[in-house]
């Protein structure tokens, strides 16, 4: 069938008069590098563009589990949307636009050296001091050396947007940390991958050789001297990073170990990185922490993210930070009011690349031309205060714009004025229908050698606002990619690939960061006790209601009895002789109370905090299925959670979920350093719990009934009944779950698996052993050792005497490997003495 | 002129051992036209200590200290002679400048860029109405300035209680006014608000005051408060400190040790542990007269 008129779809003019049309020039003709990209669409039906969305889409959700980092709240995930239209730009304005965009960082890197410097700038009158001096982020620590690599600014990011004369103007630059270059390569993975014939034809600039490029200039930051490849970090704020998402992708992009400021530690003066194995000296430091929050001795005193003496470390030449610290007052949005001057008095050349129109309110002329025409005006805090809303006087009721002015007069120095023109329309996908947008997108350059290296391409934005396109993600705000065209003749370029995943360079990974490790320890001791929670609690459920036997209260009052040991309900609603009423109340609660302490969803919640802070080192499926585990739960509508049944089907899922975890990480988890953690938590677990449940259902006047629901909570009731057939006794019992080293549940299986975990760990290669493997031994020799038949014998106290010395040595061991592997992990504290204190003070 | 002997002796005592920590300082006099810093010097205890001494932003000296090896006990003391001779007040037609023509300059004249960065806010000491209202009717239009700067000196002094423990380092200046007590710091930082809050340019000073004993007691050691002054800029001139806890111009009993735009620039000891738990902090200031050189 011919394609009819009706089908095709066509592209709408740009609505907006005194707009700039990326598509069509004044005379409604199509511009021609967007012709290739008019014809591709025009030629799609709507069924064919809705396609291309639901690609779009899906090859994003099939990110998902990268992205749903972003954000984070349980549950909740922040949608990347990326339209499947790319922003195509005429490569002549490209180039032009890259010009001045070079030249603004080689600008913005002069007035940095400056103001860390001479402040020349300040005395001759070309930057009002307030801006510099007053600047609550002017580093004073930073003054008076210069960082290594000699320069002040190396990753820059400039949003650009078009004003109505097709003229690209900045709205704001990024000098401190630029986010976005990662969410950039993102979509240019999708969208490559979407259109790879329109890709091609349009011969799209790669963007790999700017990342080569911001590679080498970042490696070229390791102090003279470094031998071999330098160790480059990422340092990032952690998981609950907005952006954290993008620190994990580049990390691994780029090669870099990704780290938090607590696996970093500066020794004599050096940057180091905190591994399983010990110090390894770190020289390069690609830092994601704001600026002052680097460094609780030197900046700000409450930066506990930070890495106390990164500053003095730098000022040393002993690390490279890219960007050096203090670079944040490029960002100053008032900065852009002094750009023109400051260009031909720092370069000697007219500033290409203009700003939005900027006043300085502090600046007495400005402020009375931003008073006579309000209107005209986005008003913003002066300093960039990334919680400051800007405001629009327009738009304010006159209360609010009686009460902004009267600040405006006030405190007029915190205060800028801009002008934001018009941006310019393209067209957008939205459900299979093409529309009208505006758009503003981000720029990324490097240091290169001289000069800056800009990276073709950018993170475009659908966007109203367009000034610091990442201070307010909405989740309706569509992404775009940026394409750039090669020149005519260039080879066609290679579909984008994804990018190599890190591989582990030495076998056993022993420089991973110990926290991770530490993290990784705890994920296997919760996923266990939740193990043991959902086996205790599905052994409860069936001991309610009206099918229940008369003996079920007995053993109910065990069961409760024992997760009050284990700690999932509160201790002091356990009662001896528990009535039934009360223990049913404590395990629904314990299935449905999300804001206690205790309970089923915040042990869930603590696993997936944990899963997030391990995502680098987790494989897709085992993050998948810890993801599904954490998640169980939040399916589970706690109103309708009003019968055991439905509470026992609940608890069924849990233990699907918490089977999926051990078959996924048995199976697929590399035996090195961060399975040998998981796995050590594991066992310690599972024997504390064994323990515990041995002290709770074989307490004095323990019947049968309680020891068939102890066999039937250690999943071994049926070795048992193979073994010993239907004669339940509390010896045998005993033997199974304590002393039996082939029961993959018995305290004895753990004791020798942790024992050979412990053995693979650095410090227990020589004959000396550890305090940890010392304390496993003589664990292993007391259960070895101990006479079952003479324990159990008459009221029971050799086993109670037996279970509470195990305890006793399995909570050391617990601290013993603490102590040994993350002792330098406690927390840092800051401590400090005041101006007046003559005598002694007991301080807090 | 005064000799003096300065010991100034802080000391941790933590509840577990401290396994590394890293502390920076702001101990050592400083070298002025009226104060020779004759002999100074700083040792830690545990020895396993290794210390590197530079000068600030602010030209302060700033010791940085790192220990190695795990220690309950962390005992920093800072030794010095130090002679002082009154500071040089000279009488000229600038001293009578009106407080409104020394902000005039301060804005104007960008020669004056270092003490002009004393005008803009800090970290604990942010200029606002409070502070401003409190000073206007002591800065009357046209008053000269040093006569404005003296009375704010007695002001405080008269209407703010000494009073140790009711504020700490955290305490911040709207409830020092609110209260009208604190103690030297407070006061300090008050005088350097007030003047930020009129366009002025004001300084936080730390040192030592010696005390004396009442008469025919010996003077007690240990009993010498590290303390804390303002200054004030007037161009021309220069800096003039004041001490409003006392209500005098600091003379030759007024020991220098740093200067910055508050508390937090040059707090006395400021560090980073790991480890340790809880802690007591014992700080014990002595200043003596040098037995070899009295007032002459």
Request: aromatic share 8%; proline share 6%.
């Amino acid at each position: 069938v011919e394609p009819t008129q009706e089908r095709r779809s066509s592209i709408p003019p740009s609505r907006r008069v005194g707009s700039f049309d990326e598509l069509r020039d004044a005379l409604g003709q199509l511009r021609p590098h967007q012709r290739p990209l008019a014809q591709f669409l025009e030629g799609k039906d709507v069924k064919e563009l809705e396609e291309l969305g639901r690609l779009v889409r899906q090859r994003i959700t099939q990110q998902e589990v990268t992205f749903n980092i972003l954000g984070v709240p349980e549950g909740t995930n922040r949608p990347w949307q990326l339209d499947a239209v790319p922003l195509v730009l005429d490569r002549n304005e490209w180039l032009t636009l890259s010009g001045g965009l070079r030249q603004r960082a080689r600008l913005l890197n002069a007035v940095l050296r400056d103001c860390y410097g001479p402040q020349q700038l300040l005395r001759d009158g070309l930057l009002p001091a307030e801006l510099v001096l007053g600047h609550p982020e002017f580093l004073r620590a930073c003054h008076g050396w210069q960082p290594l690599g000699g320069e002040f600014l190396h990753l820059y990011a400039a949003d650009v947007g078009r004003d109505p004369t097709g003229k690209f103007r900045v709205f704001s630059d990024r000098t401190q940390a630029p986010t976005g270059a990662g969410y950039a390569l993102e979509n240019r993975l999708v969208l490559g991958r979407t259109l790879p014939e329109l890709f091609r034809e349009y011969r799209v600039e790669r963007m790999a050789g700017f990342f080569t490029k911001l590679r080498r200039t970042v490696e070229n930051l390791a102090p003279v001297g470094t031998r071999g490849q330098p160790r480059v970090v990422l340092l990032s704020a952690g998981a609950r990073d907005e952006s954290s998402f993008e620190h994990a992708y580049l990390a691994r992009y780029l090669g870099y170990e990704l780290v938090e400021g607590r696996d970093l530690s500066v020794r004599g003066g050096h940057v180091y990185l905190k591994t399983l194995s010990g110090l390894r000296k770190v020289d390069v430091v690609l830092r994601r922490l704001g600026d002052a929050w680097s460094d609780p001795l030197e900046l700000r005193e409450d930066s506990l993210g930070g890495v106390a003496g990164l500053t003095s470390a730098a000022r040393a030449g002993n690390v490279g930070l890219a960007n050096p610290l203090g670079a944040v007052i490029g960002e100053t949005p008032a900065l852009k009011a002094y750009l023109p001057a400051l260009c031909r008095h720092l370069l000697g050349e007219e500033l290409l690349l203009e700003s939005v129109q900027t006043w300085w309110c502090g600046d007495a002329a400005s402020l009375q031309e931003v008073l006579a025409h309000p209107d005209d005006f986005v008003i913003k805090p002066a300093f960039g205060d990334r919680r400051g809303e800007p405001y629009f006087p327009a738009q304010l009721s006159s209360d609010a714009r009686r009460e902004l002015f009267e600040r405006l007069r006030v405190h007029s120095g915190d205060f800028v004025a801009e002008r934001w023109p018009e941006l310019s329309g393209l067209p957008v996908l939205d459900r299979g229908e093409l529309s009208t947008g505006t758009v503003a997108f981000r720029t990324f350059l490097v240091r290169d050698g001289g000069d800056y290296d800009v990276m073709p391409g950018g993170l475009a934005r659908i966007n109203e606002a367009p000034d610091g396109l990442f201070l307010a993600i909405k989740s309706n705000a569509y992404s775009k990619d940026v394409w750039i065209p090669s020149a005519a003749g260039s080879a066609e370029p290679p579909l984008p690939t994804m990018p190599d995943q890190r591989v582990e360079l030495r076998r056993g990974g022993l420089d991973l960061p110990s926290r991770l490790l530490d993290d990784i320890f705890w994920l296997g001791r919760y996923v266990e006790r939740v193990d043991a929670t959902v086996r205790l609690a599905r052994a409860g459920f069936e001991r309610i209601g009206s099918e229940a036997g008369p003996d079920a209260p007995l053993v109910l009052a065990a069961v409760i009895d024992a997760m009050g040991r284990i700690g999932v309900v509160p201790r002091s609603t356990v009662t001896p002789g528990q009535d039934p009423a009360s223990a049913e109340v404590l395990l629904y609660g314990l299935l449905a109370d999300r804001i206690a302490q205790e309970g089923l969803p915040s042990m869930l919640s603590r696993i997936h905090g944990l899963t997030l802070s391990v995502r680098s080192r987790l494989s897709r499926d085992a993050w998948y299925v810890l993801r599904r585990l954490t998640r169980t739960l939040a399916g589970v509508d706690s109103t309708r959670l009003t019968s055991p049944v439905v509470a026992i089907e609940a608890l069924d899922q849990l233990i699907f979920s918490l089977a999926a975890v051990s078959g996924t990480t048995l199976d697929n988890m590399v035996r090195g350093h961060a399975w040998t953690f998981l796995d050590l938590g594991r066992r310690i677990e599972r024997g504390v719990n064994m323990l515990m449940l041995l002290q709770s259902f074989l307490a004095p006047g323990a019947t049968r009934l309680h020891m068939e629901a102890l066999l039937e909570v250690a999943d071994s009731l049926l070795t048992y009944r193979a073994r010993y057939l239907s004669s339940l006794q509390a010896a045998p019992v005993v033997d199974l779950l304590l002393t039996d080293t082939t029961n993959p549940r018995s305290v004895a299986f753990q004791v020798e698996l942790a024992k050979d975990h412990l053995r693979r760990l650095p410090g227990h290669e020589g004959v000396v052993r550890g305090r940890a493997e010392r304390r496993l031994i003589g664990l292993e020799s007391s259960l070895l050792a101990a006479d079952v038949e003479q324990a159990c014998a008459g009221d029971g106290a050799g086993l109670r005497q037996l279970l509470e010395d195990a305890l006793a040595q399995s909570w050391q061991l617990s601290d013993d490997i603490s102590a040994t592997w993350f002792a330098h992990l406690s927390k840092e504290r800051a401590v400090s003495a005041p101006h007046w204190v003559n005598e002694d003070l007991e301080a807090t | 002129v005064r000799r003096y002997r300065v010991t100034h002796t802080t000391r941790y005592d933590y509840e577990s051992p401290v396994l590394h920590a890293t502390h920076a300082l702001h101990l050592e006099p400083r070298s002025l036209a009226h104060q020779r810093v004759l002999e100074s010097r700083v040792t830690i205890t545990p020895d396993q200590a290794e210390l590197h001494a530079g000068r600030d932003y602010f030209g302060n000296m700033t010791h940085f200290v790192e220990i190695l090896a795990p220690h309950e006990l962390l005992e920093v003391k800072s030794q010095s002679r130090i002679e002082v001779a009154p500071p040089q007040l000279e009488l000229t037609p600038a001293t009578r400048l009106s407080w409104e023509k020394v902000r005039e300059q301060l804005e104007q004249d960008r020669s004056l860029i270092a003490a002009r960065e004393f005008c803009f806010d800090s970290p604990l000491v942010r200029s606002h109405q409070m502070l401003a209202d409190y000073a206007a009717p002591i800065f009357t239009p046209g008053r000269p300035f040093v006569d404005a700067v003296g009375e704010l000196s007695e002001r405080i002094f008269r209407e703010f209680k000494y009073e140790p423990l009711a504020t700490d380092v955290s305490t911040p200046l709207a409830q020092v006014l609110r209260e009208r007590r604190g103690v030297c710091q407070d006061f300090a930082q008050l005088a350097v608000g007030c003047l930020r809050s009129l366009g002025l340019a004001g300084r936080y000073v730390s040192g030592y005051l010696e005390t004396e004993a009442p008469p025919g007691r010996p003077k007690l050691v240990g009993a010498d408060a590290s303390h804390a002054w303002a200054s004030a800029f007037l161009p021309a001139l220069g800096w003039i400190d004041f001490d409003p806890t006392n209500a005098v111009f600091p003379g030759e009993r007024h020991v220098t040790v740093a200067w910055g735009r508050d508390f937090s620039d040059v707090s006395p000891l400021r560090g980073i542990v790991l480890g340790g738990g809880q802690h007591s902090l014992n700080v014990a200031v002595d200043v003596t007269l040098d037995e070899d050189h009295h007032d002459g």
